[in-house]
């Protein structure tokens, strides 16, 4: 970027809820100015141009649900910053949130202090999640801490028992001491009891192998638990967001919550939109195995109305970077098997193509969905998520004609795969800018440097 800074011209600006032919100016690393086309810069420069003729201008999607170097049992995801940010903004996301999880015997806050020094190594920014295993006389105190370092959102798990699962007196503790800091407890819920009864049904008759991954893990159990949790969170009037909802009836329930009055909401991720259980019975069932399973055509289409109707509040990621290599050691038992797919480059395009493009979903809307909310939501608005002046200058130029297939080896993941191989897609990322530097230009990384940045979240905020 130049002493001048830059504006992006020609192209269509898209923010949540308003669209239209504007310019944006760009000094000192964020946006000044949304001029009529063609006006000239008000203090007289000449700003470098970049041309977005034809292209969408939006605002760099914000990946609420990220893992990187996730450790999980015997297995590490084998993305660190560096490899997760250059995937994610060449995918047209330039700001991931990303987990801090208590190794055994770590606290919360050690967990943060430890993680929060790796934003340095990437090429955009990124946020935390904390998260609380057990609760004990220290954990409140640690979470105002955490509060006070700009972590205002917390993840707990009601299942994988031994391991990072809270029970129901952790789960109601710590809602009440985050939301007293203005945070909010995000929450992957299935219930792990129901799990373990499934999984001891499979097991009796020899039917864990990824190909049965779907009976392993019932919707039921996803449902009991979101029921559970908003009953929790209601007795203590706590706002609560549920991760990676997989079925229109789990967001549905919290829908109906949200009606009463209650601040919460769903997350779905954009494997959970497209692909469905048919993808256990390929070659590669391994390769599919994520926790909630993929489900049935019938519920992912179902789920996917609710895009359109509102229910759903942010589409993420849930990016985790294994390999194949990974997936194959346990590929006889899902019950040891890492779960995750890799999604963080492909979150964008594939949301756009399947329901931008195929199936009429606003363009405000998608914004909303994958940079807005998902801002808002985890308290970095207006810092991110939106294209007004004052805000950080991450600007996505998108071609919505480009087709184009996806190919593990045209992608930038740490993997040897990506779910969505061989799938014809419409709309990519073509220009990236992030802080007012052109980090991707027509598809190529032109500035590899790595500035990202620790983003403090503030309060979080409420969708209407």
Known sequence: MSAAGLVVRGGTVVNAGWQGAADVFVSAGRVTALAEPGAPALDGSRPEEVDATGLLVLPGGVDPHCHVGFTSGEFTSLDDYRGCTTAAVF????????????????????AVLERRGAAAQGVCDSALHGCVVTWDDTTEEQLRAMAGLGVSTVKMFTTYRGETMADEYTVLRTMKAVSATGGMVVIHCEADHIIEEAQERSGARGRTGAEHMGDTRPGLAETASVAEVLAIAESVDAPVYFVHQSSPEAVELVAAARRRGRRAYSEAVAHHLVLDESAYAGEHPERFVCCPPLRPRATVEGLGRHLFTGEISTVGSDHCCYDTAQKERYRHDVRAMPNGLPGVETRLAVLYSEYVAARGLPATRFVEL???????????????????????????????????????????????????????????????????????????????RPLGRNIPSGPVGTLH
């Open 370 to 448: 994958v940079a807005a909310a998902p801002a808002r939501l985890n308290g970095l608005y207006p810092r991110k998520g939106v294209l007004a002046p004052g805000a950080d200058a991450d600007i996505v130029l998108w071609d919505p004609a480009a087709r184009w297939t996806v190919r593990t080896g045209d992608l930038h993941m740490a993997t040897d795969y990506t779910p969505y191989e061989g799938r014809e897609l419409t709309g990519r990322a073509r220009t990236v800018v992030v802080g007012g530097r052109v980090v991707v230009r027509d598809g190529e990384l032109a500035d590899p």
């Open 91 to 110: 995918g047209g996301t330039t700001t991931i949130v990303d987990f801090a999880i208590p190794r055994p015997g770590q606290g919360p806050l050690e």
